[in-house]
């Protein structure tokens, strides 16, 4: 949000309608001084440092919020960008462990994610949506990096045998299941962002905030416990000892 703010600011007092009128105004005042003083030149000074100023308020009072609302959109579509390269690519190793779950809960995720980001593009919610859509952000990241997670736990289990690979396969199989939790959780959320968005009613904003509140949580746990596996290999170490 920081990163946004600078950018509406720059884009703000620092546009070419807005410093062209100062520079010129600032030059006609040095040019005025070099010749020993013009009313001419200083009326020009003094209308082209004040008529940029004053454009500049007056994009601040009645511009700010489309100025936002643009900056913002492009940086989504930035990230939109960067994130469906990386998609793509899980997208594709994830179609090597022959099981269609994982591939169809790529596909959810990524369509419920396109359906919040479709609503938040309605004239004036952009801005007021930023933190909703940062936090269904971390929720669908959290998922998609067990997707991940669950790609690796099987190609793990290509190396073992017995028992030790039946127990592999578990764990993936746990984790999902997780994901089809956070999947249903995720649907609700972005069917309630879309009634609000229809209503504008702040009670039914109360009330995603808390359901989002209670969905950040188990991806809270779930991020701490990924980190806590970290890499499979290391994870199960004992298991890629063990004769096979």
């Known amino acids: 949000m920081d ?3 600078r950018k509406v600011i720059s884009e703000l007092f620092l546009a ?20 020993g003083g013009s009313s001419y030149l200083n009326g020009a000074a003094i209308a082209g440092i004040l008529g940029g100023i004053g454009w500049g308020l007056t994009r601040l009072i009645f511009h700010v919020e489309r100025i936002t609302e643009r900056i913002l959109q492009a940086e989504i579509e930035r990230q939109k960008a960067e994130e469906n390269r990386r998609l793509d690519a899980l997208a594709a190793k994830l179609r090597m462990d022959r099981d269609p779950r994982t591939q169809d809960y790529l596909t959810l995720l990524r ?22 859509r940062e936090q269904v952000g971390r929720i669908f990241k959290v998922a998609v990096d067990q997707l991940s997670y669950s790609y690796r736990l099987w190609e793990l289990s290509q190396q073992l045998t017995g028992e030790a690979r039946e127990q592999v396969l578990a764990d993936r199989e746990q984790i999902l299941d997780e994901i089809a939790q956070a999947i249903d959780r995720l649907r609700g959320t972005v069917q309630h962002f879309q009634r609000l968005v229809a209503t504008s009613d702040e009670q039914d904003l109360r009330s995603l905030n808390a359901e989002l509140e209670q969905s950040l949580e188990v991806a809270r746990r779930t991020e701490q416990r990924m980190r806590e596996l970290d890499r499979p290999e290391v994870a199960y170490e004992s298991l890629l000892r063990e004769p096979h």
Do not use: C, M, Y
């Open 3 to 5: 990163s946004l703010k």
């Open 16 to 35: 070419p309608s807005v410093l062209l009128p100062i520079v010129g105004g600032v030059s006609a005042a040095v040019l005025s001084w070099a010749t």
């Open 111 to 132: 369509s419920l994610r396109e359906d919040l980001e479709q609503a938040a593009k309605q004239p004036g919610i952009q801005f007021r949506s930023a933190p909703i």
